[in-house]
Nanobody
Framework: QVQLVESGGGLVQAGGSLRLSCAASGSSLSINAVGWHRQAPGKQRELVAAIGRSGNTNYVDSVKGRFTISRDNGKNTVYLQMNNLKPEDTAAYFC?????WGQGTQVTVSS
């Protein structure tokens, strides 16, 4: 079974950037789609970005043009590059694949 560990969250000012990492062990991240989800306090968890087995990507409209999801098969890691961050991006971010969630990493964007 895959185990997922997210990292890279933190506190950043609006307009800043962060890169989140989702490192996997126990299984390859290339055999299934991987998604980055986020959950803000009092809100439902939402899918932010996903990368498929073939490398195709999808984004929720609110992050298009600002976030980029990518995968490094050699490192068995999926990244989420987040640029031009906004206060509304503040949330706990989780990666998900093969029926497994990571523990999450907090992103806080100050105005």
């Amino acid at each position: 079974q895959v185990q997922l560990v997210e990292s890279g969250g933190g506190l950043v000012q609006a307009g800043g950037s962060l890169r989140l990492s989702c490192a996997a062990s126990g299984s390859s991240l290339s055999i299934n789609a991987v998604g980055w989800h986020r959950q803000a306090p009092g809100k439902q968890r939402e899918l932010v970005a996903a990368i498929g087995r073939s490398g195709n990507t999808n984004y929720v409209d609110s992050v298009k043009g600002r976030f980029t999801i990518s995968r490094d098969n050699g490192k068995n890691t999926v990244y989420l590059q987040m640029n031009n961050l906004k206060p509304e991006d503040t949330a706990a971010y989780f990666c998900y694949t093969q029926g497994t969630w990571g523990q999450g990493t907090q992103v806080t964007v100050s105005s």
